[in-house]
């Protein structure tokens, strides 16, 4: 079997974070098609890869348990987090803006609109 390195650990527990973030983020806020869901999923994955080290240890400092963590606890809580936070402001934010009424053109618009539907 071989062994896996310090980084190994650091790269699985990052990932397995963002996995675990991107599939809790799917079940608090259910996609309405497949594309969404996969969308959501890989805008977490890489989120939660990205910035989860840094979440980690803003997260770890904040809670002042920067001393009882190692390294691949850190990583995994930041990307997971990361990656929850991704897609649930992001969701939030559209739900917001999908239940809002379009209100009409500002005065002028509309003509300007009718002159350009060739090109």
Known sequence: MTDITHAGWIWLAK???????????????????????????AVGVVCGMV???ATGLKLAEILELSGRLG????????????????WS????????????????????RSERLDDQKGR
């Open 71 to 86: 390294a691949a606890e850190t990583m995994l809580m930041g990307a997971a987090v990361a990656s929850l936070c991704a």
């Open 89 to 108: 402001a992001i969701g939030l934010a559209l739900r917001y803006f999908q239940t809002r009424p379009v209100g009409p053109l500002p005065q002028g």
């Open 15 to 41: 990932g397995a974070g963002a996995v675990a973030g991107s599939a809790i983020s799917l079940a608090y806020i259910l996609p309405k098609h497949r594309r969404d869901a996969a969308v959501r999923f």
């Open 51 to 53: 910035f989860g080290g």
